[in-house]
């Protein structure tokens, strides 16, 4: 007499609103941190987009907060590789054996600031403060404390050509602050790192990836 079949485990289901690729994120990130402290970087996300039979693997990595500049592309390009080293040499690190590609890049410009580290690593910017119930603030972001951001704000230039007076330091705690961003001067455009306009995309062959994965 034949032993019944075992059923297989239920696979957990995806929540409503999760991320198509939120568990596998969540994997790579745990695979992939330990390379990018290495280095003494922070990982700031990843995230997967497919398209079709092919996947892109986002890896964004940023300075710590207490460090000023930016993620050379030098940098980049050697964490791409290694990464991708990690990558290769997991076995079923994916849960399909789709090709994919891997990108890392560093935050750029336009990234929101959504976090206290990412106020840290603005601090000395010219910001805009979307401010909850108040009149939104832009100015010079000189502090940052764990409750909250000190702005000193531009005032209006009484004329065309004439440098903007800076006005009293305004205090503004997290709990008030709807959203913020770092403002393009254009006279400071050279400390500006190269990685905020360019995304380093490994150069490997992705279907190696595919095999190995």
Do not use: C
């Not at 990685?195 to 095999?211: G, I, S």
């Amino acid at each position: 007499m034949s032993e019944p079949v075992q059923p297989e485990p239920a696979r957990p289901s995806r929540q409503a609103g999760e991320p198509p690729f939120a568990a596998e994120e969540a994997r790579l990130h745990a695979l992939l941190e330990p390379s990018i402290q290495a280095h003494r970087l922070f990982l700031e996300g990843i995230t997967i987009k497919a398209a079709g039979a092919h996947r892109t693997v986002h890896v964004v990595v940023d300075l710590p907060q207490e460090e000023t500049g930016g993620v050379g592309l030098d940098v980049i390009a050697e964490i791409s590789r290694e990464l991708s080293d990690v990558l290769d040499g997991t076995a079923g690190t994916f849960a399909d054996n789709r090709p994919y590609d891997l990108e890392v890049s560093s935050p750029g410009l336009a990234r929101p600031l959504t976090e206290p580290r990412h106020w840290h690593r603005a601090k000395g910017r010219l910001v805009k403060v979307n401010v909850i119930q108040g009149e939104n603030v832009t100015g010079r972001l000189t502090d940052v404390a764990d409750d909250g951001v000190t702005v000193v704000p531009d005032l209006p230039a009484p004329k065309k050509g004439v440098k903007p007076k800076q006005g009293e330091p305004v205090t503004l705690p997290f709990s008030k602050i709807r959203s913020g961003r770092v403002e393009v001067e254009f006279a400071r455009l050279d400390e500006i790192p190269e990685t905020a306009f360019e995304t380093f995309e490994a150069d490997t062959d992705t279907d190696t990836h595919a095999e190995e994965a």
